[in-house]
Structures are given as structure tokens and as C-alpha cells.
């Protein structure tokens, strides 16, 4: 499978701890987003990376939250003293530059905060 | 206000109907607007993008209005298969970054 892979597809963890996801895009992509989605409501951008560097977050990205591209490859993203509001479907997608538009999604990563 | 706004249904027809979506957006700088399909429990992918002069693929048309900053949806002899969740999506802002700015998506039940 060459699509957006994300691991894990599901976290439940309790209030305070933290949680890491990974993201591997499509492999010749240099584009790489984190997108939050929430029951009911359409995927929320969080930031997005060229190659290494984070060009853009979001103000729905508080402190607790980081994310990383260390080799312009895979992408993790970091949540720490996780609250009950941060469960959501968090997905990954990626693209080519040049069709920045044209983004492909994994199919998520399910975060439960109990 | 949302930057992009759509109805959120659910819209129930029956197959072979023709249904059409609407969405809005606020922001006028907004340069490039995409159809998105979800289905239920999985990702969201492209369906089609939108142009100026409008755009047809198969049983589906795409339209965009500048300046009532309005994009529209319209699916032909709908099928069973179309029942989905339906984003509309804009790229906000001049310098095309590619950060999506998703509508809350209008729910499609497509009936026998």
C-alpha cells in the first residue's frame, strides 16, 4: 500500500498523559498537514510541513501540542497532559508542491482522552 | 461566522434523483475550491475540483460564483454509492499553501 499511513488507528488514554502519532505520507510527497476532525464536523487544519521545515500552525495548536518532520519523511505529532478535549480524529495528509491542492489522506488516528 | 459554510443535511433521496449542495465562503481572496467525498469511518478524498466556468465529471457538476462567494454541488441519477458525506473546501488566503479550510460537510443518504 503507497497511500498515507498513520499509526496508531486508535489511543485511549487517560487525562494528563501523552500521546505521539505517526504519520508516513505517500513517498515522493514533500507536503505533509495534520488536520483535527471532530464528530459532525468537517477536518480542522493544526500545520503543515515542506520537506523538514513547519511552514504554518494554527492557532487551534496550543502549547501541548508539537509536531515534527526531522527528515522531511515521516511526521509525528506530539500531544502532552492530554485533556478530554483533545479526543478527536486526528488525520494526516500529504502532497506533491507543485499540486499542493490535490492532498491525500491516511485514515486517522482516533484519539480517546478518558 | 465559519469561513466556509454548507447545510448539514442529512439530504435522503431516492436513487436516480438529482440533489444539489451549496456552500459559502467568507473570505474573498479565496483562490481554489475543491469538492471532498467521506465516507462514514474513513478519510476524506477528492472528489472534484471547482473552476470558474464550472466543471463537469460524469454525473457530477461543479459550479463557482465569485462574487456571491458561493460554490455549488450538483449530482445527476444519484446511486446508492453516493451516499456519503460531501466537504467543501476552500484554499484561503493569496499565497495558495495548500492549508484547506473544510466546510462542516452535508450528509447524503441515497435511498432504493
Known amino acids: 500500500d503507497t497511500g498515507v499511513s498513520q499509526d496508531p488507528r486508535h489511543k485511549i488514554t487517560k487525562r494528563g498523559q501523552n500521546v505521539t502519532f505517526r504519520c508516513d505520507p505517500i513517498s515522493e510527497h514533500n507536503r505533509l498537514y495534520w488536520y483535527r476532525q471532530t464528530l459532525g464536523q468537517g477536518p480542522e487544519f493544526l500545520t503543515y510541513f515542506q520537506n523538514e521545515a513547519q511552514l504554518e500552525k494554527s492557532r487551534l495548536l496550543s502549547d501541548r501540542f508539537s509536531a515534527e518532520r526531522p527528515k522531511g519523511s515521516f511526521s509525528t505529532l506530539e500531544i502532552q497532559r492530554t485533556e478530554q478535549g483533545d479526543s478527536a480524529m486526528y488525520l494526516c495528509a500529504s502532497s506533491l508542491g507543485r499540486e499542493q491542492n490535490i492532498q491525500y489522506f491516511g485514515a486517522g488516528t482516533r484519539l480517546s482522552v478518558l | ?112
Open chain 2, 1 to 112: 461566522r465559519k469561513e466556509v459554510e454548507q447545510d448539514p443535511g442529512p439530504f435522503n433521496v431516492p436513487e436516480g434523483a438529482t440533489v444539489a449542495f451549496n456552500c459559502t465562503y467568507s473570505n474573498s481572496a479565496s483562490q481554489s475550491f475543491f469538492w471532498y467525498r467521506q465516507d462514514c469511518r474513513k478519510e476524506p478524498k477528492l472528489l472534484m475540483s471547482v473552476y470558474s466556468s464550472g466543471n463537469e465529471d460524469g454525473r457530477f457538476t461543479a459550479q463557482l460564483n465569485r462574487a456571491s462567494q458561493y460554490i455549488s454541488l450538483l449530482i445527476r441519477d444519484s446511486k446508492l454509492s453516493d451516499s456519503a458525506t460531501y466537504l467543501c473546501v476552500v484554499n484561503i488566503g493569496s499565497s495558495n499553501t495548500g492549508k484547506l479550510i473544510f466546510g462542516q460537510g452535508t450528509t447524503l443518504q441515497v435511498k432504493p
